[in-house]
Structures are given as C-alpha cells and as structure tokens.
C-alpha cells in the first residue's frame, strides 16, 4: 500500500514538472512586480 502512495506521488510530481515546463501552470503575472529605481529615490 505504501509503494502504490509513493508511485501516485511521483506520477503527480512527474506530471506537475511536465506541465509547469510547457507552461500550462503558474503562468507569469502581466501586471505589477518590480518597478525601475528612478534618481530621485
């Protein structure tokens, strides 16, 4: 029971990492983030 938890979690993991690389998860946000460091600061 324990080996079929441990193979379900890296098949998770697997598919995660496949999916996140293509760029279907966790997409970059368009908006806000690091603004340009102007003289007067």
Same mark, same amino acid.
């Given at each position: 029971?324990? @080996? +079929?938890?441990? !193979? %379900? !979690? =890296? &098949? %998770?993991? *697997? !598919? %995660?990492? /496949?999916? @996140?690389? +293509? =760029? !279907?998860? =966790? *997409? #970059?946000? #368009? $908006? &806000?983030?690091? +603004?340009? /460091? *102007?003289? $007067?600061?």
């Amino acid at each position: 029971m324990l @080996r +079929r938890a441990l !193979i %379900a !979690i =890296g &098949g %998770a993991a *697997t !598919i %995660a990492a /496949i999916l @996140r690389m +293509r =760029g !279907i998860v =966790g *997409t #970059q946000p #368009q $908006s &806000g983030g690091w +603004r340009p /460091i *102007t003289g $007067s600061q």
